[in-house]
């Protein structure tokens, strides 16, 4: 393909895949992959497309109102909101094993939008013009093969052609039953890694079959294709927040009080880089809690808090990473502002580990 003609092909292919009536459910999460995938399915099937945007209660500070609003603003998708907070944090309760809590929020993920599949067909019962929801989108992408005949220079990937890339991406996940090489770094040949929480195909009990528009592109190919659409610059540039959200950098026993530590600081650590100018320069960036507590002094009381841990990272394929060269006076003003803003913080520390031996997530 082309990225002329990819937009009028991907349309024609999906009109000719999904029936006259069947209904599509996407999950959009407002990061760059699944806000182009749901641009591309509004355009081929209107409002027989719903988006939904599972709320599972460790979203970053007013995340949900703002990709609601963005995608309505700019794409004019009417985003449903599920608020699943309660839910999430209640079967999170007391766990404290980094596996067991991304398996439960897996789970607790397709549970949601197993309901979400059945009230829209209830809904569809009283429109003649609508059918059952047959189709689960997701914003696969297609991510550089963790190959080394196939590298990146320049954010451009050189070396082999397109074709023989897509034939490792092919071969590997029809081998691993995944969707994305990215699971590739998931899965050692020993022990597995981390479990992704959106890959590993769907569980028979969803009955939904995957549509998946972007699989044969790369990320800086959905950002160009991203911008055909118009999306915004925000949106096409936004670092990559994963399914499990703040529940993997809050680590040990996630609790709505560390939480909300946990919201309140990465809201001040992201301000301040793009208040300095250098988001797009940082590739991931967020402030982990450690389950560990430090002695601190505020006014003249002893304060037992937490630890926050600044983790920011430059990758060209997420696949390898090096922290990010903070300027000392910035990472200084945003020290301070964590400790004097974030009640129940004492610490502030900056993670300095490459991946690998590290892995981007801390848990
Ligand atoms: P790691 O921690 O393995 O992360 O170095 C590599 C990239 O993958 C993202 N990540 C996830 N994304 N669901 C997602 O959608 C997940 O379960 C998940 N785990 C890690 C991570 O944020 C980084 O960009």
Known sequence: WKMENFRAKEIARIRALVGPNDQVLGGVSGGVDSSVAAAVMKEAIGDRFHAILIDNGVMRLNECEQVKETLGEHLGINLTVVDGGELFLSRLKGVTDPEKKRKIIGKTFIDLFQEEAIR???????????????????GTVCTTPAWPGCFYADDKMIALPRCVCLIWCSLWSQANHLSSIESVSYKGPAATIKTHHNV????????LKLIEPLREMFKDEVRAFGRELGIHHDVLMRHPFPGPGLAIRILGEVTPERVELSRRADHIFISEIRAAGIYDDISQAYVAISQDRAVGVQGDARVYGFIAILRAVVTSDFMSATPYEFDWKLIKKISTRILNE??????????????????????
């Open 120 to 138: 829209i067909e209830k809904e569809a019962e009283a429109r003649p013009d609508v059918g059952p929801v047959k189709y689960l989108l997701q």
């Open 200 to 207: 590993g195909g769907l569980p028979d009990t969803l009955n």
């Open 342 to 363: 974030v009640d129940g913080i004492t610490r502030v520390t900056y993670d300095m580990t490459s991946k690998p031996p590290g892995t981007i997530e801390m848990e």
